[in-house]
């Protein structure tokens, strides 16, 4: 019985997935640490991310006033990410995608999402942590 019952939750939880149609799949990586005497990009390991990703709407990115980020973030998508695994349905519009702690705004991690196709693409996120 008990069996039957597991068998059954499973099947209704994966029955319950969405597939994507738009939107991003890909895999995210983070690091930090030292970036003195200059950052080696072949010397950074990054581990794959688990936390949250956020997506901020380009456009609402670049009208913010001072000191609004946390507003922002607070009304922008938020996916929560483990193990590196990103999947989301997005909306049609251009975001700037960042991980929980690390502002960087720039045109590697700004992405155009278009109707009717997922987005592949991978991110490597890694904050210095002096300079």
């Known amino acids: 019985m008990k069996n039957i019952l597991f068998i059954s939750i499973l099947l209704l ?5 969405k597939e994507i149609t738009t939107g991003i799949k890909g895999n995210v990586k983070y690091g930090s ?3 003195m005497p200059g950052l080696d ?3 950074i390991e990054p581990d794959n991310y688990t936390g949250n990703v956020y997506f901020f ?3 609402e990115l670049d ?11 607070e009304h922008s998508i938020k996916v929560k990410v483990k193990d590196g695994d990103l999947a989301a ?5 251009s975001f700037v995608v960042m991980v929980e702690d690390y502002y960087l705004y ?4 700004t992405i155009a999402i278009k ?8 991110f490597i996120f890694f904050k210095c942590t002096s300079y």
């Open 33 to 35: 640490g030292d970036c």
């Open 115 to 122: 109707a009717n196709e997922v987005l592949q693409r991978d």
């Open 89 to 93: 349905s997005l909306p049609v519009d």
């Open 106 to 109: 720039s045109e590697y991690n």
């Open 63 to 73: 009208n913010l006033e001072e000191g609004g980020l946390s507003e922002l973030k």
């Open 41 to 43: 990009n072949e010397n």
């Open 13 to 17: 939880s994966t029955a319950c997935e």
């Open 57 to 59: 709407v380009k456009s």
